[in-house]
């Protein structure tokens, strides 16, 4: 008992970091991911495997920029793999849904079983805050060629995060996107009141600077 404990306990912590867009060298993910103390974890420990699925994504990340085919493969598949048991004993569980629909955009896979996995991560967890500031830096730039349902849903998501509060998250996204895509952003800005439409303009010059 007390050693699987200090096992959740590790992959916890790095869950935070991670979520809290903390920097690991690669190397030192790679350790995490391949530890004793990975394997022995549970399928529905789902904190310790989010945790993993985040480190084979920057993994996967890294090894394609680099051209390493072969280790993107293999965090690739380790991740696929993973993420059907997490979701197998937590099928509520949003981000490991977003996260699999990162990891089709990586493969390059833009299909109606993709765009699936990313409505699966709005049913089940729409309204989330960290979840949604996530979801909608990865959304965003795909909202032009997602299907209808889909494109109200981020845009929409958009809005509420300046709503709520988010509006450095929200800048991100815009100057992030497109002039198209921003001209569809530029919509639902329209539709807020004047202060939070404010709140978004200090925020986005802010960034720019």
């Not at 993973?82 to 990891?103: G, I």
């Not at 709503?163 to 998250?169: K, L, S, T, V």
């Given at each position: 008992?007390?050693?699987?404990?200090?096992?959740?306990?590790?992959?916890?912590?790095?869950?935070?970091?991670?979520?809290?867009?903390d920097?690991?060298?690669?190397e030192?993910?790679?350790?995490?991911?391949?530890?004793?103390?990975?394997?022995?974890?549970?399928?529905?420990?789902?904190?310790?495997?989010?945790?993993?699925?985040?480190?084979?994504?920057?993994?996967?990340?890294?090894?394609?920029?680099?051209?390493?085919?072969?280790?993107?493969?293999?965090?690739?598949?380790s991740?696929?793999?993973?993420?059907?048991?997490?979701?197998?004993?937590?099928?509520?569980?949003?981000?490991?849904?977003?996260?699999?629909?990162?990891?089709?955009l990586?493969h390059?896979?833009?299909?109606?079983?993709?765009?699936?996995?990313?409505?699966?991560?709005?049913?089940?967890?729409?309204?989330?805050?960290?979840?949604?500031?996530?979801?909608?830096?990865?959304?965003?730039?795909?909202?032009?060629i997602?299907?209808?349902?889909?494109?109200?849903?981020?845009?929409?998501?958009?809005?509420?995060?300046?709503?709520?509060?988010?509006?450095?998250?929200?800048?991100?996204?815009?100057?992030?996107?497109?002039?198209a895509?921003?001209?569809?952003?530029?919509?639902?800005?329209?539709?807020?009141?004047?202060?939070?439409?404010?709140?978004?303009?200090?925020?986005?010059?802010?960034?720019?600077?």
């Open positions: 008992m007390l050693p699987g404990s200090a096992a959740a306990d590790r992959f916890w912590s790095l869950e935070n970091k991670l979520l809290h867009f920097k690991f060298e690669p030192l993910l790679a350790i995490e991911v391949n530890s004793s103390a990975a394997s022995s974890l549970s399928d529905c420990d789902t904190h310790s495997q989010t945790a993993l699925l985040v480190a084979e994504m920057h993994l996967a990340e890294a090894a394609l920029r680099k051209g390493e085919l072969r280790d993107f493969e293999v965090y690739s598949q991740m696929e793999s993973r993420s059907k048991r997490v979701l197998s004993c937590a099928p509520r569980s949003s981000y490991v849904w977003l996260l699999a629909f990162s990891l089709e990586l390059g896979r833009l299909d109606q079983q993709t765009f699936a996995l990313l409505a699966m991560s709005y049913d089940t967890s729409p309204n989330e805050a960290w979840i949604s500031i996530r979801r909608n830096i990865v959304a965003t730039p795909l909202v032009l997602v299907p209808q349902p889909l494109q109200s849903r981020i845009l929409s998501e958009f809005q509420q995060l300046i709503r709520n509060g988010f509006q450095d998250e929200a800048a991100r996204s815009y100057l992030s996107a497109s002039t895509i921003r001209a569809l952003l530029q919509t639902k800005i329209e539709q807020l009141e004047p202060s939070s439409q404010k709140r978004l303009s200090d925020a986005i010059t802010r960034s720019k600077l």
